[in-house]
């Protein structure tokens, strides 16, 4: 098979660029990521909002468990789409380099250079040898001292900020409702709506509060806060009638 | 023959992606796991259970010969299934890890930050080169200031809380008895009488407390305890009277 | 296919000699750049400026997200073509190479020991194993004690110095521009009409201020300053007239 | 032939998982140790023994050459069977570990604590890269604070605890005596002759005092004491009458 | 084709030997150079001359970027052909080189000395791995206490003394015109002239101070001396007469 | 051909196991050790005797140059055979050993320990990435204090100790004649001529001086002296006789 | 073809044994040697002399410049044949080793003391991994206590005494001339005269002074001296007369 064949040379040893200046294994990485469930974000100047895609295979798995959106300190968070261990590694990263900023600093990491700092190691596990690069894709979202943000980074190491986005497997149909649907003057309610309708687009099934994990950020209160399964019930009761309306 | 064939370029080296992002390595440890021996467990608020199948291959082998579920802390423990010298290792890294906590916060450690310990580890040994992944999963099971608690971790390195659960080469069979069984008001006895049921599906020929490794932790007693092979026994005798009334 | 054939040892491993005497590594990185966006800049005794290409996929990208300009001291700044987190990298490495020169020296580093220390960064990564090359192509432009440079970084680590030059997937057409038009006595203003022209070769559809980033540094100033989307609207429309008279 | 085509792309480099979940190099090693001589022991509560086919290719050979049973600490011992210097080599580090346990601990290390330590150090080389696994089997015997102990470590690092077990060429015809004649109850005498009764299924021609390594600890005396050719000879001569009756 | 056949499994890895002896990576790196643009020099007693063939491939390139003359310290410098990066990296040890002995002698350093030590420098980087050869050539010319010399090393690391040689793409040509009308009683002025004269062989179309570097040390002076575009200028101008009288 | 392609895999990288449990690297050192000269030892009661095969390729070769018995302290020696460069660094280990024990416990390195410390160094080498075994096998022949000792080392690093032995090209016929005349009553005089009488079973045309190395330790002066061609030549008239007998 | 077939799994990776024992990449750099070009000598008890064969590629090569012939300390020296890059390195490091010797014992170092060190660093360079061996063959002469002495480094790390001999690429015709007139009583000048008769079979066209390198250390005065080119003239008319004679 053509592309069996092509790839073969590039992907065994480390990352190392193919003829036409690509980067195989970083290509690989994107495709864990497409493998994962869906993520979104979405942020105006009144807050940011962090929604996950939560599947449970089983009954006997505890509500909670398997978490893809982490709180990493007061005031910033994280939705993970892609490898879960490589995630919760990252995170862990993540917490340090935020609770250093505090030491060194006296102050809060912005969100802008928490995001830098993951995607510069993640880009450092593209160029150097005997290690792999991160399967897993972050969005980002905080309040700073200029309001609230929502980067993203990937696995190659790039970091973008964004109004609203989506990743992980049902990237394509929740972006399109958020391009759809998303506005700058959205309050916090209006983007917790916004989010619970482009999630609805990706799971199987009614929309349920055991399939949905969600976090906010308010630009008042400055502090990331993980939504109660009955908070999130409580939403979805909220955007239903909503919902119904279109 | 088209799967040796796709696989074989991406297995040789390190753990590296394939074109569909998947870690073979990581797969092909999942494999031996499943080669494993069973083990089980399961909580409620009462407590937790952990059992595993033993198969004694011969009289000569000493009786509690080979361990497969291991006393990490005063309060918690794990039951291993795959590699059983890799999940040796783990358990001796896990017990270091469960004494720097005592000594460092001067209090036990929680059942999910030793889980995500041992998780964090896993990963590292499938994103760095010069290693291979561990082949072994794990349940750990104890009683922490939040009652009892039930964690698994896979090859990968992903962390993830039960009610009930079940690992290694009968992890189908024993699961369905255990999804059918399962009642989140079981006390103690009620779940040694279940983690039973579920290894009798498992276990070759009759049910003996030879052929069965068993510990609990009571929410009360805060106490990871291996059951003596008499104690098992018992548990088997109280169980029949029950089991044949199905 | 011949090519591909070719190529097939030499690219595997570390950067090694092909029996030409090519180092295939370095220029599959050369080809990462190629497939980057357009950046170019220009000098003369009044200042020195940069300006690259700016592609938003989406509406929910953030304005000035993924930045392709970076300023690196105050007198100093630089673009990037190529793979985005290895620039944001060595961009990093170059602030830090900005400081430690203001420390030991009390001065500001000059532009082309600013350019050698990241050409010298660059060939590191294509003589050492374990490593591959960086997958970008830098602009650097500020001013100095004798006045505005700009010089250009290939993923190979030669440096060279330039009136005007262009990277990039459009390099070839800003070129075209740059050429016919460059005079050695433009002053600022002329350098950004002249940048706007040649970027608006290589822009899709209208030139417009969010297709485009920009900085300047002038030489009575010796500061480097990136331009705001409403400066860069204003260079527009000024440019426009100009531009229609052709 | 197809078992060495799929072989082929898994054993040449570091020890790494095969599609089936099993590591090849561990497998290799085991056959290692079925090419080496038969290694046997036994224990009881009255003492453990343990015994070695040798085999002189010349008579030149001085007798006690090569040994494979070794001494490790005052109340403990080994006895191996595959890659004779990969056995030495371990042995000395089993002294060291022995020895490490009086200074800090003031008391003789366990038989089952340094059975674990063999295993560890067998385990890591079995996951790191740049070594291979130990090509060696150990029985290791000896009597602690408990009484007699018996266990086994295997190249992958998997330690067991016996009554009786068999180990290297031999295994096999000398496990069918052991677990025919074992009986619980046998003084250190009868595990003698239990001893040179499986022996003599695995050596060729008659059993000589030449052709045999033996050692054993009595659960009284606590000491590991290697057998003379003499007390040898005589032993077989004990032996003989006995098995005549058969 | 069978030279890219057999040379196929010796140029993939580290330099190593092929059967008849040869390293292949070297060979290449020799190729590097044959690619790069001619460099000559020349010595007399009266002093030593350095020259270099510089193409400008656009109007927009700065005069005198990219220089293929270096001075190392205030007696000596080199001509470089091959990878400019290479040669950059190399002359800044040179440099680095000839301080230490400054301060370690309090005297200068020789030509021979300095040229042995970048031979060294080369030699490592085809003998260990992890590393590939330098793709340069160096003619390092200077004047010491027993007065002006040329050395000439290659990617091997061979070190050798020359009254007048040339490298890179054009060596074979100029180096006819030196060979013819070399003489060991030229003074300065008359090496300049013979370097110009080799030079255009080499250049395409008319000789001009734009496409030649140059740098002298003379005797008397000891101090090596790159000549600025007026004095080439002049130099061609001078030279000319005398070149139209052949 | 059947051999070759079933060894391809195994014998590339470092030393690993072939599927049926054999160490290539070290059978293929074994090898290069039949490829050797013929080496040569026997001890009695009365002492021990080490002999080498000498072959002169050209008059001009030294007499002594290249010599295959070296003295390691003043009660110890050794005979190599196989590659020489690789004895020659051993033995240089082997005296500093021999000194550390002088140093450290005030008295003479024993042979065994000795031999035994050369076995832990070429074990090593067949278990570590990025060496390769030692091609050379020993005879280790001196006096202790229990009097005289010959012990082997082979390339795998096993240990043992002999009556008598021969290594290397010929060791299969002088086999043959020490295993017919050796006695353990002989006299050291009588070992000599044991030793002269294997050799000329393997020496091509007949016994000269100058085919032959040679050295003693008896048990009385506790002193290893290698003979000098005069003493060969002496021996060789006595042995002569003898000889001629048969 | 066979050779090629067989050959090619073991030379590519770090230096290995071949199936038949043998060190492929060590017998590659022995061809590298064959390659170079000739040296040779010879010694009496009344002194050693060294002579090199020198190609002249181009009359613009300085006098004297690639030198084959080193001085390494006051009584001793070394002729190369080989790559001469390496050579180049090895003798800097056998100036040190000399140098350590004076400061260490406060005396001269032996030639064979400083022509073993040299096979040691030779020897290690054919045993680990990720280094090649030298591809260079050392004659090394000099006067010590017990008067002249010539030995041979190879590329293994084999060191060997001789009275005379040849390497390099004319080593057997030379070799002829040594055996057929080399003899033990010859004064200095009659070893010069031998040397000029062999390097005449090598040599093409007429000796001449400018085709010669040539050194001598005579017993009495104890150091190393390299002849002049006038002085290889005057040696070279006098032998003329008597080499007219044959």
Not at 200 to 206: P, T
């Amino acid at each position: 098979m053509a592309f069996a064949q092509g790839g073969r040379g590039y992907d065994r040893a480390i990352t190392v660029f193919s003829p036409d200046g690509k980067l195989f294994q970083v290509q690989y990485a994107q495709e864990a990521v497409k493998r994962g469930y869906t993520a979104l974000g979405a942020k105006t100047k009144s807050g940011v909002i962090l929604a996950a895609e939560r599947r449970t295979t089983s009954e006997l798995v505890e509500d909670g468990s398997v978490e893809k959106i982490f709180k990493i300190d007061r005031h910033i968070g994280a939705a993970a789409s892609g490898l879960i261990a490589d995630a919760r590694v990252l995170i862990d990263r993540a917490r340090v380099e935020a609770q250093v900023n505090r030491l060194r600093y006296d102050e809060l990491i912005s969100v802008e250079s928490l995001a830098k700092a993951i995607g510069d190691i993640k880009q450092m596990y593209t160029q150097h040898g005997g290690v792999r690069p991160f399967g897993t894709r972050f969005l980002i979202g905080g309040v700073g001292e200029r309001g609230p943000h929502l980067f993203e980074t990937d696995p190659s190491g790039v970091v973008a900020a964004y109004k609203a986005h989506a990743i992980g497997g049902g990237a394509e149909e929740a972006t399109e409702v958020l391009e759809k649907d998303y506005r700058e003057d959205m309050n916090t309610e209006e983007l917790v709506n916004l989010a619970l309708k482009a999630l609805n687009k990706v799971i199987d099934g009614d929309l349920e509060a055991k399939k949905v994990e969600m976090a906010k950020a308010e630009a008042e209160k400055q502090e990331f806060i993980k939504l109660s399964p009955e908070e999130i019930s409580e939403a979805i009761e909220n955007w239903k009638p909503e919902s119904s309306e279109e």
